[in-house]
């Protein structure tokens, strides 16, 4: 083996090593800057835990928030520009997911609606019920945007 192919044994050694050492973390001691995605709602459900958990965990690490065009989000996760996207996100693809919460979908009606009594006595069943009112929400500015238009804002 010639002196060349030693050099590029120990650059490739050195090379991996440094790979290693870039991912390894310690959260006792690391100072990265986090970058993430949440939508208003996602910063109100999981950013106090999140900021919480990573003060006690992982002290020296800070986290920047932005709501971001869900067009560009792959492709920030891909350019190292976002470590993170949170949220409901259908339109993302390409990318490692994982489901944090189950979604839940909760009716509510108000005492004495003629539809209270009725659904669970025989009256319509839930696959019934979407056919007579359906509303999908997919942030809180709708939900505003619908009451104002139903009159119901205060």
């Known amino acids: 083996m ?5 050099a590029a044994c120990s650059a490739l050694a050195q090379l991996t090593d440094a790979l290693r050492q870039s991912y390894a973390f310690d959260p006792r001691t690391s100072q990265r800057h986090y970058r993430i995605h949440m939508s208003d709602i996602g910063e109100a459900r999981f950013l106090p835990a999140l900021m919480a958990a990573l003060q006690v965990k992982a002290p020296g690490t800070t986290v920047e928030c932005h709501a971001m065009p869900h067009a560009g989000i792959a492709e920030k996760l891909d350019k190292g520009e976002l470590d993170f996207a949170f949220g409901f996100l259908p339109s993302v693809t390409g990318t490692d997911r994982f489901a944090l919460l189950p979604e839940r979908y909760v009716l509510m009606l108000r005492e004495g609606h ?4 009725a659904l669970g006595q025989g009256g319509p069943d839930l ?3 979407l056919t007579l009112a359906f509303v999908a929400v997919r942030s809180h500015s709708d939900t505003l945007r619908m009451l104002e238009i139903l009159g119901l804002k205060e």
């Not at 010639?2 to 030693?6: I, K």
């Not at 003629?114 to 009594?117: D, E, F, K, S």
């Open 114 to 117: 003629p539809l209270a009594g």
């Open 127 to 129: 696959a019934e019920l």
């Open 2 to 6: 010639g002196c060349a192919d030693c």
